[in-house]
Structures are given as structure tokens and as C-alpha cells.
């Protein structure tokens, strides 16, 4: 019988003030397959953190459960100081204003196809009551900011990829969240358009955002992230800076799967 895995993230860390995103003892399943095994992360406010392994270890799960998108079975996560899931029951109240909080960007833009590009970004503030002249030129305001500003009035079928992905980090930034989740969001992009959306990361990251990233672009995690999480078969197997989990990985499992995108790439 193959003894369990045993890191340091199986200890509940200290509570500490600046985190954003605490989550401690999170697992969840799915069939009877556990997908998420006992992880505890933080992530701190103004820091970036990158969780990376391969698919189906349980990366995007574990994003999703953040905004409780889907339903931990245990554990506790906290937003913004507020616990929204404590053991097995959600006990936020208010979903909206959570995910108003926890910005999330998709891996497949989930852009209303009917819409403009920027009658997607003023769609969730109206939502949140935002008026529709603020709305309007945030809107234009953030679509700017990333660069798109010009294709404005275009849908999302007349954009490429990496126009629609700045459309969407625009839609995510519009209420102002406290943390933005990014789940794979070049995977589907060809390399000019993902050079354009970690462009974008890229000044966010400078600007101070709080990010919790999963991604499969190791070199951006090297460049932009503060704090790397390997995750592997739903548990955190090595976490730290990224020099020290990417270049220097302690555990064997963490080498098995670095050596494995090198020769992949």
C-alpha cells in the first residue's frame, strides 16, 4: 500500500491579516472521486500567486471553489475576511456581492455573444446598480486599458481570442474586485494573442492586483508570481517562490513534472 503524500500544507496555517483568500482543509469530490485533499492556501493581498500541474489534478476545482462556483465537502474558505463555506455548508449570503469581490476571468471568455464588446463589461455593473453613464465609461475606460477600446462595438464573433480574453479581464475588472481568479487563460489562444492577454497580466501585476493565477505558462509564473503552488492529485504537494519551487523543487514529484514541460516543450 502507497504511504499518503505529507507536506506542510496539510498544517493549518497561522491566521494572518493580509490575507484576501484563506482557505484551510479544503476537499471536495466529484462520483466519489476526490479531487481535492485536504489543501490550505493564502493568498495575501497585492500578491500574485500561481498554481500549476498537470490536468485534472484539481487546479481549476480548487479556483472554483473560491468564489463557490462549485461546493467544497469540507473545510473552510474566507474571502476578504468574511468566511463564505465553513465544513461542509456554504454559509455566505450573498453570492452576488462575493463574486463582485472575487473577479474571475474563464478559460473560454464566456462573453454574451448578443453583446458588444463593451455592453459585456457594462452588463455586470448595471447588474450591481451601478448607473448606466458610470457604467458606460468605466466600460470604455478598462476596455482601453487593455487595449481593445477600439473594437468596442464589435461582438465577440468578430474578435479574435486575445481581443475576447481582454474583454473579459475588462468585464472582470469592471466591479472592482478585491481579487481577480484567472483560470488557464491563454490555453486556448494562439502565442501572439496570449503575448497580448500576459501583456495585460503583466500591468496588473504591477499595479498591485491580487491574482490567484492557474496556468500553464511556467515562464510568466517565474516572471510575475510571488508564491508558486504545485498541485498534484487534488493535494499541494510544493509550494514557495517561484525560484525555489521551479528552479529548485525540494519534492521529487514537483522534478518528475517540471522535467516532463521541458521535454513537452
Same mark, same amino acid.
Given at each position: 500500500?502507497?504511504?499518503?503524500?505529507?507536506?506542510?500544507?496539510?498544517?493549518?496555517?497561522p491566521?494572518?491579516t493580509?490575507?484576501v483568500?484563506?482557505?484551510?482543509?479544503?476537499?471536495?469530490?466529484?462520483d466519489?472521486?476526490?479531487v481535492?485533499?485536504?489543501?490550505n492556501?493564502?493568498?495575501?493581498?497585492g500578491?500574485?500567486?500561481?498554481?500549476?500541474?498537470?490536468?485534472?489534478?484539481g487546479?481549476?476545482?480548487?479556483?472554483?471553489?473560491?468564489?463557490?462556483?462549485?461546493?467544497?465537502?469540507r473545510?473552510?474558505?474566507?474571502?476578504a475576511?468574511?468566511?463564505?463555506?465553513?465544513?461542509?455548508?456554504t454559509?455566505? &449570503?450573498? =453570492?452576488? *456581492?462575493?463574486r463582485?469581490?472575487? %473577479?474571475?476571468?474563464? !478559460? /473560454?471568455?464566456?462573453?454574451?455573444?448578443? @453583446?458588444?464588446?463593451?455592453?459585456?463589461?457594462?452588463?455586470?455593473?448595471?447588474?450591481?446598480?451601478?448607473?448606466?453613464?458610470?457604467?458606460?465609461?468605466?466600460?470604455?475606460a478598462?476596455?482601453?486599458?487593455?487595449?481593445?477600446?477600439? &473594437?468596442? =462595438?464589435? *461582438?465577440?464573433?468578430?474578435?479574435? %481570442?486575445?481581443?475576447? !480574453? /481582454?474583454?473579459?479581464?475588462?468585464?472582470? @475588472?469592471?466591479?472592482?474586485?478585491?481579487?481577480?481568479?484567472?483560470?488557464?487563460?491563454?490555453?486556448?489562444?494562439?502565442?501572439?494573442?496570449?503575448?497580448?492577454v500576459l501583456?495585460?497580466?503583466?500591468?496588473?501585476?504591477?499595479?498591485?492586483?491580487?491574482?490567484?493565477?492557474?496556468?500553464?505558462?511556467?515562464?510568466?509564473?517565474?516572471?510575475?508570481?510571488?508564491?508558486v503552488?504545485?498541485?498534484?492529485?487534488?493535494?499541494i504537494?510544493?509550494?514557495?517562490?517561484?525560484?525555489?519551487?521551479?528552479d529548485?523543487?525540494?519534492?521529487?514529484r514537483?522534478?518528475?513534472?517540471?522535467?516532463?514541460?521541458?521535454?513537452?516543450?
Amino acid at each position: 500500500m502507497t504511504e499518503p503524500v505529507i507536506t506542510t500544507s496539510e498544517a493549518v496555517p497561522p491566521a494572518r491579516t493580509d490575507a484576501v483568500v484563506r482557505i484551510e482543509g479544503l476537499s471536495k469530490s466529484f462520483d466519489g472521486r476526490l479531487v481535492l485533499d485536504h489543501v490550505n492556501l493564502e493568498v495575501d493581498r497585492g500578491r500574485i500567486v500561481s498554481v500549476i500541474g498537470q490536468s485534472g489534478g484539481g487546479k481549476t476545482t480548487l479556483m472554483r471553489c473560491v468564489n463557490l462556483l462549485e461546493r467544497p465537502d469540507r473545510g473552510t474558505v474566507e474571502v476578504a475576511g468574511e468566511v463564505v463555506h465553513d465544513g461542509g455548508r456554504t454559509v455566505c &449570503r450573498d =453570492l452576488p *456581492r462575493l463574486r463582485r469581490t472575487v %473577479g474571475m476571468v474563464f !478559460q /473560454r471568455f464566456n462573453l454574451f455573444p448578443h @453583446l458588444t464588446a463593451v455592453e459585456n463589461v457594462v452588463l455586470a455593473q448595471r447588474k450591481a446598480g451601478v448607473p448606466e453613464p458610470e457604467a458606460l465609461e468605466r466600460a470604455v475606460a478598462l476596455l482601453r486599458r487593455v487595449g481593445v477600446a477600439h &473594437r468596442g =462595438l464589435a *461582438r465577440p464573433d468578430q474578435l479574435s %481570442g486575445g481581443e475576447q !480574453q /481582454r474583454v473579459a479581464i475588462a468585464r472582470a @475588472l469592471a466591479l472592482r474586485p478585491e481579487v481577480l481568479l484567472f483560470d488557464e487563460p491563454t490555453s486556448s489562444l494562439d502565442p501572439e494573442a496570449t503575448r497580448e492577454v500576459l501583456a495585460v497580466m503583466r500591468e496588473l501585476a504591477a499595479d498591485g492586483m491580487t491574482m490567484l493565477l492557474v496556468t500553464h505558462e511556467l515562464p510568466f509564473a517565474r516572471e510575475v508570481a510571488d508564491h508558486v503552488v504545485f498541485v498534484d492529485g487534488g493535494r499541494i504537494v510544493e509550494e514557495g517562490s517561484p525560484q525555489d519551487v521551479l528552479d529548485h523543487p525540494a519534492e521529487a514529484r514537483t522534478r518528475e513534472f517540471l522535467a516532463s514541460y521541458g521535454s513537452a516543450s
